[in-house]
Nanobody, 122 residues
Framework: QVQPVESGGGLVQAGGSLRLSCVASGSIFSINAMGWYRQAPGKQRELVAC???????KYADSVKGRFTISGNNANNTVDLQMTNLKPEDTAVYYC????????????????WGKGTLVTVSS
């Protein structure tokens, strides 16, 4: 069993920055990919960014150039640096962990964190 735990959410004005962090504990030997999803009110959960153990990354088009994902394989952590935040980035952000090569699809995610709320005011 793996338990991802997120931190770093909060309230920020448009144009500001936040850094989210996720630490995965438990049977961490099986982790090959980690990433971040988000879900805004009334919308489906969507991929924000993900990375594989080999270092390949993928970003949603809406966050390219603004968000950066980084990870530490040794500690099974993944961070999401968010800059130039926009009101449409407001959502609950979830850490996603998998034994698969990637978490680019939600059905490939083995474990979800409980989420951290990011609110961007205009």
């Amino acid at each position: 069993q793996v338990q991802p735990v997120e931190s770093g959410g909060g309230l920020v004005q448009a144009g500001g920055s936040l850094r989210l962090s996720c630490v995965a504990s438990g049977s961490i030997f099986s982790i090959n990919a980690m990433g971040w999803y988000r879900q805004a009110p009334g919308k489906q959960r969507e991929l924000v960014a993900c990375m594989s153990r080999g270092g390949m990354t993928k970003y949603a088009d809406s966050v390219k150039g603004r968000f950066t994902i980084s990870g530490n394989n040794a500690n099974n952590t993944v961070d999401l640096q968010m800059t130039n935040l926009k009101p449409e980035d407001t959502a609950v952000y979830y850490c996603a962990v998998s034994s698969a090569y990637t978490v680019i699809r939600p059905d490939w995610v083995d474990y979800w964190g409980k989420g951290t709320l990011v609110t961007v005011s205009s």
